[in-house]
């Protein structure tokens, strides 16, 4: 299961994209709220992943920055990073780590990460 805060990097990115498109086509945050029927306000809280976007919302905002949603969304790698990988894969990639960490040993209560150092 996805750890809870996970989400929040996945609409900062949505954000970001959304802020990059928006002032590269010279819109301002009022003008996209009002298209989208939301305030200035909302628009800058949506940017910066303080606010979740809604699915809807992302095609006015395609609509209105003339673009395709999926300009919006990040690519698979980017989100892959935030911590949104299933359980199973998360647990997998623990043991190839595990896999290719050194042993440790333990001798006389005390653990070394080589058997030939000494304590």
């Given amino acids: 299961m996805p750890a809870a805060d996970a989400p929040e990097g996945l609409y900062k990115l949505v954000g970001e994209r959304l802020a990059r498109l928006r002032i590269d086509r010279g819109a301002t945050q009022g003008d996209l709220g009002t298209f989208a029927g939301l305030t200035r306000a909302s ?3 949506i940017e910066k992943g303080r606010q979740r976007v809604l699915v809807h919302q992302l095609y006015l905002f395609a609509d209105f920055l003339d673009t395709d949603v999926e300009e919006l969304l990040p690519e698979p790698q980017e989100v892959k990073y ?7 894969e998360t647990a997998y ?5 595990d ?7 333990r001798s006389r209560g005390r653990s070394r990460k080589h058997e030939g150092q000494n304590p």
């Fill in 43 to 45: 628009i800058a809280n």
């Fill in 93 to 97: 990639l623990q043991k190839v780590r």
């Fill in 99 to 105: 896999h290719f960490a050194p042993p440790v040993v």
């Fill in 82 to 88: 935030l911590g949104l990988l299933p359980e199973a």
